[in-house]
């Protein structure tokens, strides 16, 4: 067991922590369920992923520049600032559950396939010279 | 929980991060070679400003703050040292809102 694999189970655990706060969010009809839900355990559950996160990333020397790091970061904060504004405006419709779920689903695309400035570099000059990268 | 006492105690931490990212961890890389404050130091500052966002905008929503007052705390909240500025005016609101 090593610290990176630690910190990766914390962010895990974290992760669905805030994917279920999500979901609560929007199957309680309670607004006070909703907030809890969302003031209780999906935003605190960000706070854990972010930090496990900024620790992964000292620990391996990732920039965090690179495009998967700093676009999970943005867009795991847009998806809790639509959780927040759904709950505060008591929005339950399809649209403010996407607007929530979509940055996330982004991020955990962001996280499996890490493209970095180089990668994207190199798809961009393929494309542009018509090669196979 | 009180968002506003939560946002003023974020924007105090997110200020004095700040600060010692400018006073301490720069001055350490730059004139002392050691890049590493920079790295620790601006990772906590990166954190603590997603946090001070997250905890802004919910009490902007909740409290239903004008967009003015929310930018102007965004604004202080970037300005060395500009917390001070943000926590006497946190602390004027919530004293108010204490009051009332």
Redesign the interface.
């Known amino acids: 067991v090593t610290y990176s694999r630690v910190l990766l189970l914390i962010k895990l655990v974290a992760v669905l922590g805030y994917a279920g706060g999500l979901v609560a969010a929007f199957v309680s009809s309670a607004p006070a369920e909703r907030k809890r839900a969302v003031h209780h355990i999906a935003s605190p559950a960000l706070v854990v992923v972010w930090l496990s996160g900024v620790l992964l990333t000292l620990e391996q020397s990732v920039p965090f520049t690179e495009p998967w790091i700093a676009g999970g970061l943005v867009l795991s904060l847009v998806s809790q600032l639509a959780l927040v504004h759904s709950v505060t405006r008591d929005l339950q419709s399809r649209g403010a559950f996407f607007a929530a779920a979509l940055p996330l689903a982004a991020v955990l695309y962001l996280m499996i396939f890490r493209p970095t400035w180089d990668s994207l570099r190199a798809d961009s000059r393929a494309v542009t010279t018509g090669a196979t990268p | 929980?009180n968002p506003l006492r939560d946002l003023r105690f974020v924007a105090l931490l997110e200020g004095l991060s700040l600060a010692v990212l400018l006073f301490v961890a720069m001055p350490l890389k730059h004139l002392a070679g050691l890049p590493l404050a920079v790295?620790?130091v601006?990772?906590?500052h990166?954190?603590l400003f997603?946090?001070f966002?997250?905890a802004l905008?919910?009490v902007a929503?909740?409290r239903r703050w004008p967009l003015k007052r929310s930018l102007l705390a965004l604004f202080w909240s970037v300005v060395p040292l500009g917390f001070l500025v943000l926590d006497r005016s946190l602390r004027d609101e919530l004293e108010k809102s204490e009051e009332a």
Do not use: P, Q, T, W
């Open positions: 929980l790295r620790i601006g990772s906590a990166g954190l997603l946090v966002c997250a905008y919910r929503l909740e």
